[in-house]
């Protein structure tokens, strides 16, 4: 089992760049697929990025391609999600998940772990 936390939101302008950092507890971290969700006010829990036990795969939404980068670190147990070029539509809570099995990067279900989630706020 494993407990994530996220942290780095905040609030940022059009434009600007956010890192939000993902830290796992367990040592069995590298074990876990890793992927970031984000729900804004009012819409559905929505599919960010996701990445592989070792970090050779990586998966993103439209949305965000080009402009976000997932990535992990397995000897600090930590995932992160650079966030970069954002756009007020870019604005929500954004959750880390975690699981160890093979899945659906892009489907919430597929995931058993979550944290609490961290607000990202873009001001126009």
């Known amino acids: 089992q494993v407990q994530v936390v996220e942290s780095g939101g905040g609030l940022v302008q059009v434009g600007g760049s956010l890192r939000l950092s993902c830290a796992a507890s367990?040592?069995?971290?590298?074990?876990?697929?890793m992927g970031w969700f984000r729900q804004a006010p009012g819409k559905e829990r929505e599919f960010v990025a996701g990445?592989?036990?070792?970090?050779?795969?990586?998966f993103y939404a439209d949305s965000v391609k080009g402009r976000f980068t997932i990535s992990r670190d397995n000897a600090k147990n930590t995932a992160y999600l650079q966030m970069n070029s954002l756009k007020p539509e870019d604005t929500a809570v954004y959750y880390c998940?975690?699981?160890?099995?093979?899945?659906?990067?892009?489907?919430?279900?597929?995931?058993?772990?979550w944290g609490q989630g961290t607000q990202v706020t873009v001001s126009s």
């Open positions: 998940a975690a699981d160890p099995r093979v899945g659906d990067f892009m489907t919430g279900r597929s995931f058993d772990y």
């Open positions: 990445i592989s036990w070792t970090g050779s795969s990586t």
């Open positions: 367990g040592r069995t971290f590298r074990r876990y697929r």
